[in-house]
């Protein structure tokens, strides 16, 4: 069964970090993009960052450029989201996903987690 489970979600204050985790399985991923996008309540699908191992390139939204840090050790099919001075604005569900990206946005998803809750407060 091919899934991505994240995990590492929490709450924290405005300032704070967390880093969140990917645990990839039931195939390799080393041909697809892996990345991050978020949902907060009441909004629309947002792109946050995306790495694809054929381009050799890790796009990030602008809202998290500089903040958020993603990476990804592939012989792990593990993916990590580091995120620093996390904004009340950042809270979300996050969740991490394999496919197509052009920059830090999906085209195309084979498949993605269920998600990780991240709340910054204020």
């Known amino acids: 069964q091919v899934q991505l489970v994240e995990s590492g979600g929490g709450l924290v204050q405005a300032g704070g970090s967390l880093r969140l985790s990917c645990a990839a399985s039931g195939r390799t991923f080393s041909s697809v993009a892996m990345g991050w996008f978020r949902q907060a309540p009441g909004k629309e699908r947002e792109e946050v960052t995306c790495h694809s191992n054929e381009e050799k390139n890790t796009a990030y939204a602008d809202s998290v450029k500089g903040r958020f840090t993603l990476s990804r050790v592939n012989g792990q099919n593990t993916v990590y989201l580091q995120m620093n001075t996390l904004r009340p604005e950042d809270t979300a569900v996050y969740y991490c996903?394999?496919?197509?990206?052009?920059?830090?946005?999906?085209?195309?998803?084979?498949?993605w987690g269920q998600g990780t809750l991240v709340t910054v407060s204020s």
């Open positions: 996903a394999a496919g197509f990206c052009a920059g830090a946005s999906f085209r195309t998803l084979e498949v």
